[in-house]
T-cell receptor, first 116, second 108 residues
Framework: NAGVTQTPKFQVLKTGQSMTLQCAQD?????MYWYRQDPGMGLRLIYY???????DKGEVPNGYNVSRLNKREFSLRLESAAPSQTSVYFC???????????????FGPGTRLTVL | GQSLEQPSEVTAVEGAIVQINCTYQ??????LSWYQQHDGGAPTFLSY????GLEETGRFSSFLSRSDSYGYLLLQELQMKDSASYFC?????????FGRGTSLIVHP
């Protein structure tokens, strides 16, 4: 099993460009998450999906959109990138549908995004 | 909303015991998790406490006091490979919230 995979690993964008970050998991998990991690800020939740067909905003959703394409895949889109979106983006999944409730989150390797 | 406080950095020597504290404020508390992250890597799950008391997993233990809104991660027999960042995460109103992380530096 590959676990959680993310593409691309690195990306450089110019201000105003758009891009989609891809995430897939092969563990048959119900919930998937997108986080951003900035130095000294820990992990902040952008969006999450408790089950296929549902998505909800997290702590910092502005400037992002998501799509839960199927049970395996959860993509994050930046429509018009800004320098403030320079960050490391992590996708995660967990088995349950009612929040974590003790279910650990499995994280992908991350995408390092720089917006110039 | 939810918020967590943990020390920014802790240093210790190899073989020692270290405790990383976490205090939290949240509504609808369900549990407290701990994650480890090495530089350049992804966070990995260490432990979860939903009830008061101590959970032990090998060299790592985690404690929770719901009445004090407080938990800690205890690392015993420290090894150089334990040098990493450690995050507490609280699950309140469904959305998980992470602390800013504690950088643990283990010296020989």
């Amino acid at each position: 099993n590959a676990g959680v995979t993310q593409t691309p690993k690195f990306q450089v964008l110019k201000t105003g460009q758009s891009m989609t970050l891809q995430c897939a998991q092969d563990m048959n998990h119900n919930s998937m998450y997108w986080y951003r991690q900035d130095p000294g800020m820990g992990l902040r939740l952008i969006y999450y999906s408790a089950s296929e067909g549902t998505t909800d905003k997290g702590e910092v959703p502005n400037g992002y959109n998501v799509s839960r394409l199927n049970k395996r895949e959860f993509s994050l889109r930046l429509e018009s990138a800004a320098p403030s979106q320079t960050s490391v983006y992590f996708c995660a999944s967990s088995p349950g549908t009612s929040g974590l409730r003790g279910n650990e989150q499995f994280f992908g390797p991350g995408t390092r995004l720089t917006v110039l | 909303g939810q918020s967590l406080e943990q020390p920014s950095e802790v240093t210790a020597v190899e073989g020692a015991i270290v405790q990383i504290n976490c205090t939290y404020q949240t509504s609808g508390f369900y549990g407290l998790s701990w994650y480890q992250q090495h530089d350049g890597g992804a966070p990995t799950f260490l432990s979860y406490n939903a009830l008061d008391g101590l959970e032990e997993t090998g060299r790592f233990s985690s404690f929770l006091s719901r009445s004090d809104s407080y938990g800690y991660l205890l690392l015993q027999e420290l090894q150089m490979k334990d040098s990493a960042s450690y995050f507490c995460a609280v699950e309140g109103s469904y959305i998980p919230t992470f602390g800013r992380g504690t950088s643990l530096i283990v010296h020989p």
